[in-house]
């Protein structure tokens, strides 16, 4: 009987949990699910020997199954490769079938991974270049929506930085600057570094265990300690998050949002072909499955999709360096206090994004220069609220000269996102004890008077809005939809 419960669990968690396919480093052979299972089967003895020891041993601090699961995942193991790819020469799954190992730079730094690998004592390895089937779009598919998965299951990521000698050579380092190595570098519970010359960059096993190249990397990417030692994926802190990618590339346009998949923990079709409008439908699934605000505090150019959305990570600020690795608990973007802060349950209907915010109305006041004699000619724009909404101080925008035409026509406001609200009753309100994160809005009057003929939309900002009034603003929240 506990032979077959081993049995059930080690086949569950080989084909659920690895990779499609793992080179067997001994032949340097494909193996797939079904021929790694049958790699491990002899381990269904040797677990059922450890597991009475293991029960003995703790008989009250995990269950069976969860004890099993243990011991499996301790003995399939498999070392994964984190690198960036070769303009051409890297070994492909075909040439792995064929055992066509042709030589070149591509195959030596497979090799590479491969003995590295062995001194882990990893006999299955997986890496990108060689171990998908992109001809099945069902593989590739798979791929892309687990890949964050299977770096986190692994037992060792081995990471090449090939521009880099020592940690100083790090702000350099492309490796850092590619999109899908974010998530290669977070998910794994352990990963070893190496130089342009195969030689690591610490004596330690684990470069998660903090020293000087968890600082290094810390640094260079704006990513704090704790985030870096213990990654959980999930849609809390999505600017913070957005804001590690904001500066890394990838070659497909769409691939920028398919390497967030893993980090946000959400589920999205892969549809090459269609552009900025997967960055667009990761938004929406967060938007969908999580109530954070933080998702809204963005600058610079706006979605194709969606006016209150940004076109890209690039929108998303990094944070203060200073507070990366301050002790005690990280600032939040929206200080929630003792309330409900803002729209408990924005929403992407038929009608655009449905988003409650807190209006101020707002007067233009003037332009004026943000950078005398900048090349870009970034001008700023000034606003001021009635005596009966005061603000601490003008609200001024950032933009870029001819970005925005002010419109006599028109009507502005700024829309509170972050406000306090009580969770009962209509009315939600500001107060003079912080900043607030707001959108700048404006609407056309029409050619008659009376109620505006269009709604508010957002009009994109070089600058997070920030407004802190002079006093209490109270009011109900006035909805607002945000179409193209």
């Given at each position: 009987m506990a032979s077959q419960e081993i049995q059930a669990i080690l086949e569950e968690y080989i084909f659920n949990e690895l990779p499609t396919h793992l080179l067997y480093v001994p032949h340097m052979r494909l193996m797939r699910r079904e021929e790694v299972q049958m790699h491990f089967q002899p381990l269904v003895a040797e677990i059922g020997e450890s597991l009475q020891d293991s029960i003995t041993a703790h008989p009250l601090q995990t269950s069976r199954a969860r004890t099993i699961r243990d011991l499996v995942k301790r003995r399939v193991k498999y070392a994964i490769f984190s690198h960036r790819w070769l303009r051409v020469g890297e070994p492909t799954f075909q040439d792995m079938l064929r055992g066509d190992m042709k030589g070149g730079p591509g195959y030596e730094k497979l090799k590479e991974f491969c003995n590295k690998a062995g001194e882990y004592g990893c006999d299955f390895v997986w890496s990108d270049t060689c171990c998908i089937d992109k001809t099945s779009s069902a593989e590739l598919d798979e791929a892309i929506r687990s890949m964050c998965r299977w770096y986190q299951n692994s037992d060792v990521c081995i990471a090449y930085l090939a521009d880099s000698t020592t940690i100083i050579d790090f702000e350099h380092e492309m490796w850092f600057r590619r999109g899908w190595t974010l998530q290669e570098m977070l998910a794994p519970k352990r990963i070893k570094l190496y130089n342009k010359g195969w030689i690591p960059f610490s004596g330690d096993e684990n470069d998660k265990n903090g020293g000087n190249v968890l600082l290094a990397i810390s640094s260079v990417t704006k990513i704090p300690l704790h985030d870096l030692e213990d990654f959980k994926p999930g849609m809390d802190r999505v600017a913070e998050k957005m804001s590690w990618a904001s500066r890394r590339r990838t070659t497909r346009v769409e691939d920028v949002a398919y390497s967030l998949i893993g980090i946000f923990d959400v589920s999205l079709a892969i549809a090459y072909g269609e552009g900025e409008r997967a960055f667009y439908r990761l938004l929406a699934a967060i938007i969908q499955d999580s109530n954070g605000l933080d998702i809204f505090y963005w600058k610079g150019e706006r979605s194709l999709y969606n006016r209150a959305l940004p076109k890209s990570p690039a929108?998303?600020?990094?944070?203060?360096?200073?507070?990366?690795?301050?002790?005690?608990?990280?600032?939040?973007?929206?200080?929630?206090?003792?309330?409900?802060?803002?729209?408990?349950?924005?929403?992407?209907?038929?009608?655009?994004?449905?988003?409650?915010?807190?209006?101020?109305?707002?007067?233009?006041?003037?332009?004026?220069?943000?950078?005398?004699?900048?090349?870009?000619?970034?001008?700023?724009?000034?606003?001021?609220?009635?005596?009966?909404?005061?603000?601490?101080?003008?609200?001024?925008?950032?933009?870029?000269?001819?970005?925005?035409?002010?419109?006599?026509?028109?009507?502005?406001?700024?829309?509170?996102?972050?406000?306090?609200?009580?969770?009962?009753?209509?009315?939600?309100?500001?107060?003079?004890?912080?900043?607030?994160?707001?959108?700048?809005?404006?609407?056309?009057?029409?050619?008659?008077?009376?109620?505006?003929?269009?709604?508010?939309?957002?009009?994109?900002?070089?600058?997070?809005?920030?407004?802190?009034?002079r006093s209490t603003i109270r009011s109900a929240p006035d909805t607002i939809y945000h179409t193209r």
């Amino acid at each position: 009987m506990a032979s077959q419960e081993i049995q059930a669990i080690l086949e569950e968690y080989i084909f659920n949990e690895l990779p499609t396919h793992l080179l067997y480093v001994p032949h340097m052979r494909l193996m797939r699910r079904e021929e790694v299972q049958m790699h491990f089967q002899p381990l269904v003895a040797e677990i059922g020997e450890s597991l009475q020891d293991s029960i003995t041993a703790h008989p009250l601090q995990t269950s069976r199954a969860r004890t099993i699961r243990d011991l499996v995942k301790r003995r399939v193991k498999y070392a994964i490769f984190s690198h960036r790819w070769l303009r051409v020469g890297e070994p492909t799954f075909q040439d792995m079938l064929r055992g066509d190992m042709k030589g070149g730079p591509g195959y030596e730094k497979l090799k590479e991974f491969c003995n590295k690998a062995g001194e882990y004592g990893c006999d299955f390895v997986w890496s990108d270049t060689c171990c998908i089937d992109k001809t099945s779009s069902a593989e590739l598919d798979e791929a892309i929506r687990s890949m964050c998965r299977w770096y986190q299951n692994s037992d060792v990521c081995i990471a090449y930085l090939a521009d880099s000698t020592t940690i100083i050579d790090f702000e350099h380092e492309m490796w850092f600057r590619r999109g899908w190595t974010l998530q290669e570098m977070l998910a794994p519970k352990r990963i070893k570094l190496y130089n342009k010359g195969w030689i690591p960059f610490s004596g330690d096993e684990n470069d998660k265990n903090g020293g000087n190249v968890l600082l290094a990397i810390s640094s260079v990417t704006k990513i704090p300690l704790h985030d870096l030692e213990d990654f959980k994926p999930g849609m809390d802190r999505v600017a913070e998050k957005m804001s590690w990618a904001s500066r890394r590339r990838t070659t497909r346009v769409e691939d920028v949002a398919y390497s967030l998949i893993g980090i946000f923990d959400v589920s999205l079709a892969i549809a090459y072909g269609e552009g900025e409008r997967a960055f667009y439908r990761l938004l929406a699934a967060i938007i969908q499955d999580s109530n954070g605000l933080d998702i809204f505090y963005w600058k610079g150019e706006r979605s194709l999709y969606n006016r209150a959305l940004p076109k890209s990570p690039a929108c998303y600020p990094w944070l203060d360096s200073r507070l990366l690795n301050s002790p005690g608990p990280q600032p939040a973007l929206f200080n929630h206090g003792s309330n409900l802060v803002g729209d408990q349950s924005p929403a992407l209907t038929n009608r655009g994004l449905r988003l409650n915010v807190l209006l101020v109305e707002v007067k233009f006041v003037r332009w004026q220069p943000a950078y005398a004699q900048h090349p870009d000619a970034i001008i700023e724009m000034v606003f001021r609220a009635s005596p009966l909404h005061g603000l601490e101080e003008d609200v001024t925008i950032t933009t870029s000269s001819g970005e925005y035409t002010i419109h006599s026509h028109f009507d502005y406001a700024v829309g509170i996102i972050d406000y306090h609200n009580m969770g009962y009753g209509e009315e939600v309100f500001a107060d003079s004890s912080r900043m607030y994160t707001a959108f700048l809005l404006a609407r056309a009057r029409g050619e008659r008077p009376g109620p505006p003929y269009e709604p508010w939309c957002k009009i994109p900002t070089e600058n997070v809005v920030k407004i802190q009034p002079r006093s209490t603003i109270r009011s109900a929240p006035d909805t607002i939809y945000h179409t193209r």
